[in-house]
């Protein structure tokens, strides 16, 4: 049996009721199923066709919904095109492939160039419930990660209709090249913000049939994936698709790249997958794992480029400007980023992963400070004047410490007072890092927090949270439901500050949180708003 619903304007709540009432009959389904988030199998008509999915917990969870059509063939390197609505009952109990990308926090399972899903958890499928819409969006530095590894089950409990969602990465998502525009002298690159965009507009025209309010969509992220919540921030294109919007993590790469030099890159990256004629018919035919393989050179994922039809300048122009989307914002970082990379050898400055001379010593502690900044010497040793080794227990934990200082929390502390922020700074130090062994790390670093948000359950070296961490995190995601229900974060438990914009910082510790003050102070952001404004 053929059962398709379409989707066409001006259909009223009742008579979508009664289509769905009625396709569910007749494939032998209870009207029960398509209401009840705990039923077994809850059922929701969508504009593409009917999906069943799985009771998880008290509530429903639907994964692997299609958003768009496989970008793949002559579709590579184009915007997303809508997804095909197919027959009958879709079965929405199992996450679909990842997007393709290298080893590291690639999700279990096989990965497809076929990869523009969702996933939906939800504690209320009734359309008149109208709960807040909290769309996730993954971190991975744009090469990495997949919306199968954050399980919103929680935030779902506590409100929210929780969508994660998977968009192109590396090359596939962000190789910027003039072969690929779409007309000469046109835009090329940032396909991975657009399959974003394409999520949103799925969410504006059926999150209501799963409980949510379309018109109460609050984007969220972490690290990269903060980084695109600026970008749509930023985007003329992105306006409307969402009301609120909360960064974790992602305001340390505030200047992009310009088009011009990120399709330089895109044409060394042809040349070297074996498309010395640099043309789109060539790039289209290259493997998927030579795409992948070659990603370190392919484009400029992170920083990002300027693209000229998403990002039309660089998000720090626009902030600081104020030519952006002006919704409400939840921003913070955490109290030790740069402590999960300097683990690997590496610092993440300024929207560039950079090497550096190891280990750090007083020789070379301003000449890594300068490579790593991009500053003169004059400006390393005004800024080196402020971290004195002697305050730390090596060379090394200062320079981590002076890196993340200069690129997440003051990067951090800007976007608060461009956009207005409610702030905040993750600072359980005891928190257990889910992505290293235990014991490698202790303080909380860059993606610490998101343990209190979701269950994570593809983490490499999963760990309980004790009590005083289980009521932080009930507190936090009360927090982040609250603020995608209003656009303020308090709660009658944990009140937070009006605004960050006058320096006062929420501290999420243990044994509860509190407000802090002294946020740009312990951060030097004075010293790196004087020496780091002639950068680039």
């Given amino acids: 049996m053929r059962t398709v619903l379409s989707r066409r304007a001006g259909v009223t709540l009742a008579a979508a009721t009664a289509a769905l009432a009625a396709a569910m009959a007749g494939l032998g389904l209870t009207a029960e199923a398509g209401t009840n988030p705990a039923a077994t199998s809850p059922v929701v008509a969508t504009g593409n066709g009917i999906v069943r999915g799985v009771a998880v917990d008290g509530t429903a969870a639907f994964r692997g919904i299609p958003y768009a059509a496989a970008p793949t063939g002559e579709l590579r390197w ?12 879709r079965d929405a109990t199992k996450y679909a492939p990842g997007c393709p990308q290298g080893a590291g926090i690639a999700p279990p399972g096989a990965l497809s160039e076929d990869c523009l899903y969702l996933n939906v958890s939800t504690a209320a499928l009734h359309p008149a419930t109208k709960r807040p819409v909290l769309v996730w969006i993954h971190g991975g530095g744009l090469t990495a990660d997949s919306g199968s590894n954050y399980d919103g089950t929680k935030l779902a409990k506590a409100g929210a209709v929780v969508v994660t969602i998977n968009y192109r990465l590396g090359a596939l998502g962000f190789l910027a090249h003039p072969a690929l525009a779409s007309r000469p002298g046109g835009a ?4 991975g913000l657009m399959d974003q965009q394409a999520a949103l507009r799925w969410v504006q025209r059926n999150i209501g049939r ?15 994936g903060g980084l695109s919540v600026l970008a749509h921030v930023t985007a003329p294109s992105s306006k409307g698709l969402f009301q609120r919007a909360i960064v974790e993590s992602g305001a340390f790469a505030l200047e992009q ?11 060394e990256f042809a040349a070297k997958v074996g498309c010395a ?22 484009s400029v994922t992170i920083p990002g480029v300027v693209d000229g039809a998403v990002l039309k300048e660089s998000i720090g122009t626009a902030l600081a400007a104020g030519r952006f989307n002006h919704v409400p914002v939840l921003n913070g970082s955490n109290h030790d980023e740069e402590a999960l990379f300097t683990l690997g050898g590496r610092v993440v400055s300024r929207g560039y992963n950079v090497g550096y001379t190891s280990p750090v010593t007083p020789q070379n502690y301003e000449a890594n400070i300068a490579a790593a900044l991009r500053v003169i010497p004059a400006q390393a040793a005004a800024i ?30 800007q976007v608060t007072k461009w956009t207005s922020a409610h702030a905040y700074e993750f600072n359980d130090d005891t928190a257990p890092f889910l992505f290293a062994p235990a014991g490698a790390l202790s303080v909380a670093t860059h993606g610490s ?6 269950d994570l359950p593809n983490a490499p070296f999963p760990a309980p949270l004790n009590a005083q961490q289980t009521a932080l995190a009930d507190s936090m995601r009360a927090a ?18 009006a605004s960050g914009r006058n320096g006062a910082v929420l501290s999420l510790k243990l044994p509860a949180p509190q407000v802090s003050t002294d946020f740009a102070a312990r951060h030097h952001c004075a010293t790196f708003a004087q020496n780091l404004d002639k950068v680039k």
């Fill in 78 to 89: 184009r915007a997303p095109r809508p997804a095909a609505s197919w027959p009958g009952v």
């Fill in 188 to 191: 090329s690159g940032n396909y």
């Fill in 210 to 224: 799963f409980g949510g309010d379309p018109h109460n969509v609050t984007i969220a992220g972490e690290s990269a």
């Fill in 257 to 267: 790249e310009p088009l011009a030099k990120a399709e330089v890159t895109g044409e």
């Fill in 277 to 298: 004629d640099q043309t789109a018919a060539c790039l289209r035919k290259v493997p998927v794992q030579a795409l992948v393989d070659n990603a370190a050179t392919a």
């Fill in 384 to 413: 080196a004047a402020d971290y004195p080794l002697s305050a730390y227990p090596s060379p090394d934990k200062a320079f981590g410490t002076l890196i993340g200082d200069a690129t997440f929390a003051c990067g951090a502390q």
């Fill in 449 to 454: 927090e998101m343990w209190y948000l979701f």
């Fill in 480 to 497: 982040w439901v609250k603020f995608a229900a209003t656009g303020n974060p308090s709660t009658a438990a944990v009140p937070w500050p």
